[in-house]
């Protein structure tokens, strides 16, 4: 896969590009990862980008502008066109159920807006889909485009290495984790459960269930109510 990241600030993104999964899924060539900085795209000479409201009100809007001939300039260096994903607190509620979509993707381009948001015309003229990571107003995109990288990332192919498999995650089977635990076998007058201590796979398994079907009633029943598998 190749991820397109169009931002005013793709220096933030090298740290996370060079750590853990995400560095590990570059450098094994899983994902591809190209920045785009919408600011070299601007008209005039000071490199603007944004500019103040139609109609008034407080506040700058991304201009039309940057923000298409950046998206052009992204097609015409591989000749293709990526899925546009527009970050925005308007946008669908992306979930796993999404990630586990954008994963089957080959191309990727996630778009970070700054000041109150995009022009409307972007949104349009891209034939973007719009993507909201959660009902919170950050001040950027990048977080967001972060967030959304990072999960879609996990779940390619080869990005896990062998030992873990997307698939035994939280949300892949609609329920939280179960409790983890690992030496030494009692912490500050807190013991580890004797059942993970007995060997005994088959009840190890049945525990973890139970755990994780009671704790996702407890902290989200929500998750529970598509679903009648777990009554
Ligand atoms: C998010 C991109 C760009 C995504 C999620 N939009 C907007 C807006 C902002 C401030 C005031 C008014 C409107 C900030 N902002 C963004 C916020 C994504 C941008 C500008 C975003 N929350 N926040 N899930």
């Not at 979930?95 to 807006?113: K, M, N």
């Not at 889909?129 to 999960?151: F, I, N, Q, T």
């Not at 004797?194 to 704790?215: F, K, M």
Request: net charge negative; proline share 6%.
């Amino acid at each position: 896969m190749r991820i397109d990241v169009l931002t005013l600030f793709p220096e933030v993104f090298g740290p996370l590009v060079r750590s853990s999964i995400i560095g590990r899924a570059v450098e094994s060539g899983t994902v591809e990862i190209g920045l785009t900085n919408y600011r070299d795209f601007a008209h005039d000479r000071h490199r603007s980008v944004d500019d103040s409201p139609f109609g008034g009100g407080p506040g700058m809007v991304m201009m039309c502008g940057p923000v298409f001939d950046a998206v052009e300039h992204v097609c015409a260096a591989r000749q293709g066109s990526p899925t546009r994903i527009l970050l925005t607190p308007q946008g669908e509620r992306f979930t796993q159920t999404v990630a586990r979509d954008l994963a089957s993707l080959d191309w990727l381009a996630l778009l970070c807006g700054h000041y109150e948001g995009f022009d409307e015309r972007i949104r349009i003229g891209l034939n973007a889909r719009e993507l909201s990571v959660g009902d919170y107003v950050l001040s950027g995109g990048e977080p967001a485009a972060m967030v959304v990288m990072d999960a879609v990332v996990r779940l390619l192919p080869g990005a896990l290495g062998h030992e873990h498999s997307a698939a035994d995650d939280s949300f892949s089977e609609g329920l939280l984790e179960y409790p983890q635990y690992t030496r030494p076998r009692e912490y500050r007058g807190m013991a580890v459960p004797d059942v993970l201590l007995s060997g005994d796979h088959a009840r190890i398994a049945a525990w973890r269930r139970e755990q994780a079907i009671r704790r996702t009633r407890a902290r989200r029943p929500d998750l529970l109510a598509d679903s009648a598998d777990f009554e």
